[in-house]
């Protein structure tokens, strides 16, 4: 089983008095991710499934990532802002045909899932960041390896986060 883990773009600076859920992705943000979509496609990513966070600047980087790779997004509750591993396995099961299983949220919980199921002692998911986890079997901590790990600057210019 291979799951794949997105981080969703850079979005606006969270402020005090914003409302966290509806912060958007910046134009840069949504430049960066559609100038990573021929590397997506290089990739020949296919998940069967793509979950997401429900909020906004999650969902539009699966529908960025959905209209580069095809399918479309499920937003899934379990995956907003302080998910576990269990909650995404919860969100995955509810799709249990999926061997290719798509993740796209937020930090600290992508890189919190990659090393609990990789047992890696530290994993730096920046912001449009992609990783890629195989199990010979079912997911399960400890259990998988990271096949890799794509830094955004790989697809952009900017040097920062």
Not at 145 to 150: P, S
């Amino acid at each position: 089983m291979i799951l794949y883990f997105l981080r969703h773009g850079k979005a606006g600076s969270p402020r005090p008095t914003d409302d966290d859920d509806a912060r958007a992705l910046t134009a840069e943000g949504e430049e960066a991710l559609r100038a990573a979509a021929p590397l997506w496609r290089r990739l020949n990513l296919r998940p069967d499934v793509v979950l997401s966070s429900p909020l906004s600047r999650a969902l539009r980087t699966a529908e960025l990532f959905c209209a580069a790779v095809g399918g479309s997004p499920v937003a899934d509750d379990r995956l907003r802002p302080g998910a576990s591993w269990g909650d995404l396995a919860r969100a995955m099961a509810a799709h249990a045909d999926a061997r290719r299983v798509m993740f796209i949220g937020h930090e600290p919980d992508l890189s919190s899932a990659i090393g609990e199921l990789t047992g890696a002692a530290s994993v730096r998911m920046r912001k449009g960041g992609l990783a890629c986890i195989e199990f010979y079997g079912i997911p399960e901590p400890g259990g998988g390896e990271i096949a890799w790990l794509l830094d955004p600057d790989l697809y952009t210019d900017d040097e920062g986060d």
